[in-house]
């Protein structure tokens, strides 16, 4: 910009000598071909002189002189803010502006193109995983947890579960799947029998009147041993017991008054509410949250983890399906659009008015020195452009004049 304004004002002061040589020439009878040189300095000079008016005023006042409307840009720095945050506001946050600007973009079809990219899936997947471990490391423990069991506590008294374990268990049962815990008690209580028979005997011999006699006793508690033996022993090895039906028939009318009789309901949600208040469940519900965290943690952090390899395996499937599938690229491109013109119709006064707030801002001196050192260069063939159109000027109208006999 220094350059350019010595070549400026040398071009001023070159006109300047022209014009007093000329003069000295035409004064001495040198012809009349200096009248024109006159006449062309003449009138470059008046150009160079005006333009550099103009290309000052803008900046500072010319000669330090108070003169009207100069050093426009210092006195008139907040209006040329606003102004340009309206300017902002209208020709570039309007909706019209970025609908048409967006949907000639094609983001959708780009977007599948650039994510059907093995290596930009994986880059894609490795961000996610960042920011989920950022945001889980960020998250309290003690804030998701309290949440955590509020929200199923909150859902779990909000809905009646007898009918739905009432419909469950009698699927259950309709599809045998209740008899595998019934032949693992069988078994079970059979083999506790077996390694417990002076355990049992004992218990029915303590039970006894204290008139009987001892022996009796002990015949009574053998006999009642070898019946419940044989009768677990029934169980496990007769799969058509008549105890294995009644069970199943206990099961069912269970199963239907879970479903339909309000006594029972009523006391399936009584016993509902003591379990889920008792501190130990919900010492459980809370702590569920530290082993979920840790699952999503250490995921998140293998690259080869079930977690990552699904989500790079859903992206590169998404980006294909951008790539190729005309509608959906309408459908994402139609969110885009939505969503970018939602953003600056209602937040385009904030964004003008961060414009505005910064130039107002600015010091009025500083900000004048900025914008000169940025365009300043571009301004100054002005200065040189008057000089030469100056010239040119007053040259073709000193010819027409003499041509004319003024």
Known sequence: MRRMKVTATG???????????????????????????????????????????????????????????????????????????????????????????????????????????????????AELSTALRGALTVLRDSDVQAVVGEAITRRADAVEIAP???????????????????????????????????????AVEGGAPGWTPRFVDRKVGERVYKELLRFVTEMRDMPEHPARGAIDRFLTDFAADLQSDSDTRARVERLKSEVLGRGEVQDVIASAWSSVRAMIVSAAEDERSELRLRVRAALLSLGQRLATDPELQRKVNAWVEDAAVYVVTTYRSEITSLITETVAGWDAEHTSKKIEAHIGRDLQFIRINGTVVGSLAGLAIYTVSRAFGA
């Open 11 to 125: 071009l001023l002061l070159l006109v300047a000598l022209v014009y007093v040589l000329a003069k000295w020439a035409q004064s001495s009878g040198a012809g009349g071909w200096t009248g024109y040189v006159a006449a062309a300095a003449e009138a470059g000079m008046v150009g160079a002189l005006a333009d550099w008016f103009a290309v000052t005023a803008l900046f500072k006042r010319p000669l330090g002189l108070p003169i009207p409307h100069t050093a426009i840009i210092p006195s008139k720095k907040d209006q040329l803010g606003v102004s340009l945050g309206e300017f902002v506001g209208e020709n570039f946050l309007s909706e019209d502006v970025v609908r048409r600007r967006l949907r000639g973009v094609g983001l959708g079809s780009r977007l599948g193109a650039w994510l059907a990219e093995p290596e930009h899936a994986d880059r894609v997947t």
């Open 164 to 202: 739905g374990l009432g419909k469950t268990l009698d699927n259950v049962v309709a599809d045998g799947g209740h008899h595998r815990v019934v032949d693992l008690v069988c078994v079970r209580a059979h083999d506790w029998l077996v390694a417990h028979a002076d355990s049992v005997m004992d």
